[in-house]
């Protein structure tokens, strides 16, 4: 195991966290919508353990050289970068940079790439440890031995070049907030908001639910695989981003209403704070909706509902382990038209599963049944955005395994990665990934809903779709 430098005798020790940079160019895209919650998490949680160190965060809309010229600024004691696994290469690309720079630093990674596959990283770039999981109590456990110039060989959650040092409990209580302080939100952009300033906010940790399709896996490596932050220090929270400026606060666990009771004590909360002018949004699950929470999210502003509706078909939706029907979309998009929210619909094209031991998928017809709901929400205002992608087995699903056991693993096509389906043709994939397109395009000019903004964005989705 690498030998960090005996830093005892400094004044502060000093850590850098990182997003890989994506730079300038990536402003209003997903990436730049909202710091990084994870890393916020643990420096908030960390240095209030740790006065002594000095915490900087090197943000995602920096570009390599702005992000290389931070590090030789900071000269940090430990390097700290946290990727997924789409963002691999970027983030393999930095550490190399960064490990050019010749700096006597301990490098580390974290995140759901590093989580769900560490030997990958730790055999092709320069990184020493990779944190494994769920990270607060695992960094600050880390930083303390650096800071002590101990050995790190054994330190729980973590893997290393020597050792595998298995799972660490999750926290019990994650009534925390994140480090808001350091974070300037002027350099975020979001795309779909009332307001100018909005921030996210994270209220529940984990998911009840294991969709084929999903990557959730990755962090339901321990349980329990939902904890929830007590109502009152959400509105704490909230009081704090009001005060920094936010008018809207977009509620981004997996599932806002996972538990009906705790999410009305939640608006409850809210309510009581009477702050005027703040907004909601929230992601929803359609099956776990009362009339009650209904009203009661209209009644705290809640704007716009994320839903991931995925399919019109109750067997790809059984398949998938949706464990929500059809019936069940087409009755929460009305409960949530009656109390004037809007819904941001996401749909999947062309999913697969194992059933009985036999590969089974999403069939043409069953992709032109999601279409046509589709142009239906859309035409009766029960869906007023909506997004579409391609199935594509993320590592760490359950649909990866299935897909690598049937050797349909994706391929490179006009519509960028997706499965290989028998008897299914990329050419019928590509004609209907082009009709969803056109309607997402259609539906956005139609409502007025392109913004300044949002020109390149559209720009860019019609080029595609006339070059498919």
């Known amino acids: 195991m690498k030998q960090v430098k ?30 990084n919650l994870g890393i916020l998490y643990i420096i908030g949680f960390a240095r209030e353990r740790l006065p002594d160190v000095q915490f900087t965060y ?45 700096l006597d630093m301990l490098m580390v990674a974290g995140g759901a790439h590093p989580t769900i596959d560490p030997e990958d990283v730790l055999k092709n770039t320069a990184i020493d440890v990779c944190i494994v999981g769920e990270g607060e109590e695992t960094t600050t456990e880390l930083i303390k031995k650096v800071q002590a110039n101990e050995s790190i060989t054994d330190v729980a959650g973590t893997v290393n070049r020597q050792k595998n040092n298995g799972l660490r409990p999750l ?100 309510e009581k704070l009477g702050l005027k002018g703040l907004t909601f949004q929230c992601n929803l699950r359609a099956n776990k909706l009362t009339d009650e929470l209904a009203k009661r999210l209209h009644d705290i502003h809640l704007w716009l509902a994320h839903i991931g509706l995925e399919s019109a078909n109750d067997r790809v939706l059984k398949g998938i382990g949706k464990n929500a029907l059809q019936a069940d979309n087409i009755r929460t998009l009305e409960l949530l038209k009656k109390h004037h929210i809007k819904v941001y619909g996401f749909l999947m094209l062309y999913n697969a599963w194992e059933a009985d031991g036999k590969l089974e998928y999403e069939t043409p017809q069953e992709v032109n049944n999601t279409l046509e709901f589709a142009k239906n929400c859309l035409r009766d205002n029960l869906i007023e955005y909506i997004s579409w992608s391609i199935t594509n087995p993320i ?7 299935i897909a690598k056991k049937y050797d349909i693993a994706t391929h490179n096509v006009k519509i960028g990665n997706c499965m290989r389906l028998p008897g299914i043709s990329e050419q019928q994939m590509v004609e209907h990934v082009k009709q969803g397109m056109i309607l997402q395009l259609l539906n956005g000019i139609q409502k007025g809903m392109i913004t300044k903004k949002g020109y390149k964005r559209a720009a860019q989705k019609a080029v595609k779709i006339l070059n498919m």
């Open 171 to 270: 926290l019990t209580d994650i009534d925390f907030f994140p480090a808001w302080d350091i974070i300037d939100f002027e350099n975020y952009d979001v795309a779909v908001a009332k307001k100018k300033r909005m921030a996210y906010l994270l209220p529940i940790r984990g998911c009840p639910n294991y969709c084929t399709y999903c990557s959730n896996p990755v962090w339901k490596l321990e349980k329990p695989w939902i904890r929830q932050r007590s109502p009152r220090n959400i509105a704490e929270e909230i009081r704090y981003l009001y005060g920094r400026g936010i008018r809207e606060i977009y509620i981004r666990s997996d599932t806002f209403n996972v538990d009906i009771k705790w999410c009305l004590q939640v608006c409850d909360e809210i």
């Open 395 to 401: 590592i760490g699903s359950k649909l990866y395994h």
């Open 58 to 102: 090197l943000e995602p809309f920096l570009s390599m050289d702005e992000h290389l010229q931070k590090v030789k600024e900071v000269k940090p004691d430990v390097y700290a970068i946290s990727f997924t696994t789409p963002r691999r290469d970027l983030a393999f690309e930095t550490i190399a940079k960064v490990k050019a720079l010749g």
């Open 6 to 35: 005996n830093v005892a005798k400094q004044k502060k020790l000093k850590v850098v966290f990182a997003d890989p940079p994506f730079g300038k160019e990536a402003k209003g895209e997903a990436v730049t919508e909202s710091p």
